[in-house]
Nanobody
Framework: QVQLVESGGGLVQAGGSLRLSCAAS????????MGWFRQAPGKEREFVAA????????RYADSVKGRFTIFRDNAKNTVSLQMNSLKPEDTAVYYC????????????????WGQGTQVTVSS
């Protein structure tokens, strides 16, 4: 059974940092591109960042470019999202997801999803 479990969320002041982690089980992470998405209350789930199978290629939403970094450790079956210079508008539930296809910014391209972790940024 495939499981993606996010951790590392919490409450942080604007300008602060958090690192989210996603631990995968039931699959070989190196076979999947990985992505992070987020969903704020009353809004649709949106793309944040994605990384290729090898970790050599990444892509980011314009809203987080230069502040967030996605990286992976295939040996440990984990993918992480380092979030710096956080803003109140980054407040959301953050989800990691696994794709057999591509490190896409499109939700339908992802096969598996975690349950999410809450990130709250206070002003």
């Amino acid at each position: 059974q495939v499981q993606l479990v996010e951790s590392g969320g919490g409450l942080v002041q604007a300008g602060g940092s958090l690192r989210l982690s996603c631990a995968a089980s039931g699959l070989t992470l190196s076979s999947y591109a990985m992505g992070w998405f987020r969903q704020a209350p009353g809004k649709e789930r949106e793309f944040v960042a994605a990384v290729s199978r090898s970790g050599g290629s990444t892509r980011y939403a314009d809203s987080v470019k230069g502040r967030f970094t996605i990286f992976r450790d295939n040996a440990k079956n984990t993918v992480s999202l380092q979030m710096n210079s956080l803003k109140p508008e980054d407040t959301a539930v953050y989800y990691c997801a696994a794709s057999l296809i591509y490190y896409s910014d499109s939700r339908p391209k992802y096969n598996y999803w975690g349950q999410g972790t809450q990130v709250t940024v206070s002003s």
